[in-house]
């Protein structure tokens, strides 16, 4: 265990809402990531975070934004939720300490119908 | 830019028989590899990784892999498969682990299944 929780586990929401998926660390890490998993893609960057308040985007970040407010904390919104973005969210975290490899959350499955 | 290609997206093997899963990478720095294991509706799993020195590395599971740089390739293989192996594999590649260089490229992914 990693010391990653993400939540909520699971989520259906409407086209056009707002939604909040949370990602909360016990290890102090300093590089926090959202990706998102789907069939024949593999898992893609959406967001990361070196620090807080210091974010950056991925490879698909459009429609997403994080914010950083506090180490332990890592927060993706889907600003206004489409179909394309039923997927499952992964929230990762990285050390700096030489040689280390990011540990991940247990996911969110989120549904946008 | 980084990249992974994962040749096949599932491959099928008889338990007890040799395991690999193809992974090649596209890097302008040396990379840092890793491969992860993806159990149904779990979270990703770290299998192993290369990052400098010794270029095969062994991890868990009775799982290896070696890291060619003539080849940029970083195959995974298992000399006898297990029922339990049956998952999805992930290759992915990174270019250091400080800002920008952290962040992980994947795969797209290979399914293992694994028959009597």
């Known amino acids: 265990d990693a010391g990653i929780t993400q939540s909520p586990r699971h989520k259906v929401t409407e086209t056009g809402t707002p939604v909040t998926l949370r990602c909360h660390q016990t290890?102090?890490?300093?590089?926090m990531y959202w990706y998102r998993q789907d069939p024949g893609h593999g898992l893609r960057l959406i967001h990361y975070?070196?620090?807080?308040?210091?974010?950056d985007k991925g490879e698909v970040s459009d429609g997403y934004s994080v914010s950083r407010s506090k180490t332990e904390d890592f927060l993706l919104t889907l600003e206004s939720a489409t179909s394309s973005q039923t997927s499952v969210y992964f929230c990762?975290?990285?050390?700096?300490?030489?040689?280390?490899?990011?540990?991940f959350g247990q996911g969110t499955r989120l549904t946008v119908v | 830019a980084q990249s992974v290609t994962q040749l096949g997206s599932h491959v099928s093997v008889s338990e007890g028989a040799l395991v690999l899963l193809r992974c090649n990478y596209s890097?302008?720095?040396?990379?840092?590899l890793f491969w992860y294991v993806q159990y149904p509706n779990q979270g990703l799993q770290l299998l192993l990784k290369?990052?400098?020195?010794?270029?095969l590395v062994k991890g868990i599971n009775g799982f290896e892999a070696e890291f060619k740089k003539s080849e940029t390739s970083f195959h995974l293989t298992k000399p006898s498969a297990h029922m339990s192996d049956a998952a999805e594999y992930f290759c992915?590649?990174?270019?250091?682990?400080?800002?920008?260089?952290?962040?992980?490229?994947f795969g797209t992914g290979t399914r293992l299944q694994v028959t009597l």
């Open positions: 975070s070196y620090g807080v308040k210091d974010t």
């Open positions: 890097s302008s720095v040396p990379p840092y």
């Open positions: 990762a975290i990285r050390t700096l300490r030489e040689n280390t490899e990011a540990f």
């Open positions: 290890e102090n890490h300093r590089y």
């Open positions: 290369y990052t400098t020195g010794a270029t």
């Open positions: 992915a590649v990174s270019a250091g682990n400080t800002g920008t260089a952290s962040k992980l490229t």
